[in-house]
């Protein structure tokens, strides 16, 4: 298992292993409410503390495409002034708020083929950038910074952290 370096100054907060699910409907909105109040609370404390890096797994359980919680939102329009860079992913940027794509400014593009995807990425990464993602080898992907230069990525072997 990884360590933080500095426990005190690096956390890493998983709300399904702190909030464990079950199998009820009803405990199911239960679960999904104490996952988002904990996320909530984990985005004010990271703007709080500032100089940090949030790593948000999954984006689009937090925001859809035209809505976004208000602590992502803060931590996403807000945190470069208290020092706090986001990383965030999604399986469909389709799926996140604009506000987030706006905002960012590095890419890092997987295999993209489906049209409703490279349109909805194609108004913050031009289309052919994103077409070349369409012929990538398998695990294979594109950095993108804006205005710059794409740059292909090779897969990389898996390491075994002790």
Not at 23 to 29: G, T
Not at 37 to 43: G, V, Y
Not at 91 to 115: A, E, P, W, Y
Request: contains cysteine; positive net charge.
């Amino acid at each position: 298992m990884l360590r933080p370096l500095n426990p005190r100054a690096q956390r890493i907060i998983n709300p399904n292993a702190i909030i464990p699910k079950t199998s009820s409907s009803l405990d199911d909105e239960i679960w999904h409410e104490a996952k988002l109040d904990l996320f909530r609370k984990t985005c004010r404390q990271v703007m709080e503390e500032g100089n940090r890096l949030m790593v948000i797994d999954e984006v689009h359980q937090y925001c859809t495409k035209r809505t976004i919680d208000k602590a992502l939102e803060n931590v996403i329009t807000l945190g470069g002034n208290r020092n706090v860079g986001v990383i965030c992913t999604s399986q469909s940027v389709r799926q996140v708020h604009n506000t987030i794509l706006g905002n960012t400014t590095h890419f890092f593009i997987m295999k993209t083929f489906l049209k409703p995807d490279i349109d909805w990425l194609s108004a913050f990464i031009p289309k052919e950038v994103i077409s070349l993602s369409q012929t990538l080898p398998q695990y294979a992907y594109i950095y993108y910074r804006i205005g710059e230069k794409p740059l292909i990525g090779s897969p990389v072997k898996k390491m075994e952290l002790s």
